[in-house]
């Protein structure tokens, strides 16, 4: 069992920045996968970025590439989104999530269901 805690939520004016933290419990955290998804109001979750196992590889949506960093500390068994130059469309709940799924694959880390434990959420606004 994994859990995961999500902070650094809140409000935050466009073109500004945050860092979301997602700490999880459980000494193997460093085979998962490690991903953050988003859901916006009135909309279905959204993957936002992943991040590999050993830390080398990421995938980001598009909408985000150049703007958000995800990055991982094993010894912390943390992951961290960095969001800049953040937009109102950022607004949205952000979760992490944790998988154990082989393939480190662009469409395996978009789909929700690869992942086998999330966090519960933590809340974003951008305002202007």
């Known amino acids: 069992q994994v859990q995961l805690v999500e902070s650094g939520g809140g409000l935050a004016q466009v073109g500004g920045s945050l860092r979301l933290s997602c700490a999880a419990s459980g000494r193997t955290f460093n085979n998962y996968i490690m991903g953050w998804f988003r859901q916006a109001p009135g909309k279905e979750r959204e993957f936002v970025a992943a991040?590999?196992?050993?830390?080398?590889?990421?995938y980001y949506t598009d909408s985000v590439k150049g703007r958000f960093t995800i990055s991982r500390d094993d010894a912390k068994n943390t992951v961290y989104l960095q969001m800049n130059s953040l937009k109102p469309e950022d607004t949205a709940v952000y979760y992490c999530?944790?998988?154990?799924?082989?393939?480190?694959?662009?469409?395996?880390?978009?789909?929700?269901?690869?992942?086998?434990?999330w966090g519960q959420g933590t809340h974003i606004t951008v305002s202007s």
């Open positions: 999530a944790a998988g154990q799924f082989f393939s480190f694959s662009y469409s395996d880390c978009t789909r929700a269901r690869s992942y086998d434990y």
């Open positions: 991040i590999a196992r050993n830390d080398r590889l990421t």
